[in-house]
């Protein structure tokens, strides 16, 4: 087998087992956390909103903000959930 197949071979197999454990790590958290919990489901909230304004052909200014503005607050709760993520993996579960 040529290196590049073992090398993506290798890369799709770390990255299936890393979507695994990210979505085991997840669903521990969603049920240990409530603070996690609580930004899953504020980050879903922004998700559909931000769904809602990308469906529409055009948007207000008002709107061009708010999508703006949920992007923003959708990145900082992803972020702060990684960080809780990352503290409960380096305590050990």
Not at 9 to 15: G, K, Q
Not at 16 to 24: I, L, N, V, Y
Not at 64 to 79: A, C, R, S, Y
């Amino acid at each position: 087998m040529p290196a590049i197949a073992v090398t993506l071979t290798f890369a799709l197999m770390f990255r299936e087992g890393f979507e695994m454990a990210f979505t085991q790590v997840d669903s521990i958290l969603r049920q240990q956390d409530e603070e996690y919990r609580r930004l899953v489901e504020k980050h879903q909230s922004f998700k559909a909103r931000l769904k809602e304004l990308q469906g529409k052909l055009f948007l207000t200014e008002e709107e061009k903000f708010e999508e703006v503005n949920l992007k923003k607050q959708k990145l900082q709760i992803k972020d702060r959930m990684e960080a809780i993520a990352r503290r409960r993996r380096e305590a050990g579960f």
